[in-house]
């Protein structure tokens, strides 16, 4: 059976954000590192399996073959969001909100905590927000004190910056 080619989608050819933490990078690293350590074994079962002939209907072959495909994928994936990332200053402390800033802000009567990082890292459960969200592209070079408003379809919601960290 031969693998049917499909053309890159939609999202295929969208570009990954470049804006990472060094923690994300760490993370990226070590996953770099296992993906590496399991490919030899993979091309190993792929020349094994393929040794037994007649890949057309040899399905173990061709599962071991889709499983590399997916290791060197994913590699060639990491190494490119590695080759391009772009560290984000955690620092915090200063003047304005900037990406890898930590802010409390006063939302209906109630504080909640951000931290705007690139789009790969975000969560917006943990208070992880992507620097293109609406919420942090009104936050963004906004200081201590300063109000914005988030226009929503039903309603209007105002963010007042309380704290940068």
């Given amino acids: 059976m031969q693998t049917p080619y499909r053309k890159a989608g939609k999202y295929g050819l969208q570009q990954q954000d470049p804006y990472l933490s060094q923690n994300k990078i760490l993370e990226l690293e070590q996953e770099l590192v296992k993906l590496k350590k399991k490919r030899p074994f993979a091309a190993s079962e792929v020349s094994r399996l393929a040794e037994l002939g007649d890949f057309s209907e ?5 599962q071991a073959k889709s499983k590399l ?7 060639t994936r ?13 620092k915090g402390g200063g003047a304005f909100v900037s990406l890898g800033s930590k802010i409390i802000v006063k939302v209906d009567g109630k504080e909640k905590h951000y931290e705007i990082l690139g789009s790969s890292e975000s969560n917006p459960e943990t ?6 969200s609406p919420i942090a592209q ?3 070079d906004k ?10 379809k039903d309603r209007e919601v ?7 960290k």
């Fill in 58 to 62: 040899n399905v173990e072959y061709q």
């Fill in 138 to 140: 009104l936050l963004l």
């Fill in 69 to 75: 495909r997916g290791i060197n994928g994913a590699i």
């Fill in 78 to 90: 990491i190494q490119a969001q590695l080759n391009s990332a772009i560290v984000i200053n955690q």
């Fill in 158 to 164: 105002e963010y007042e910056i309380l704290e940068i």
């Fill in 127 to 132: 208070g992880i927000i992507s620097h293109s």
């Fill in 143 to 152: 200081e201590v004190g300063d109000k914005v408003i988030l226009k929503l």
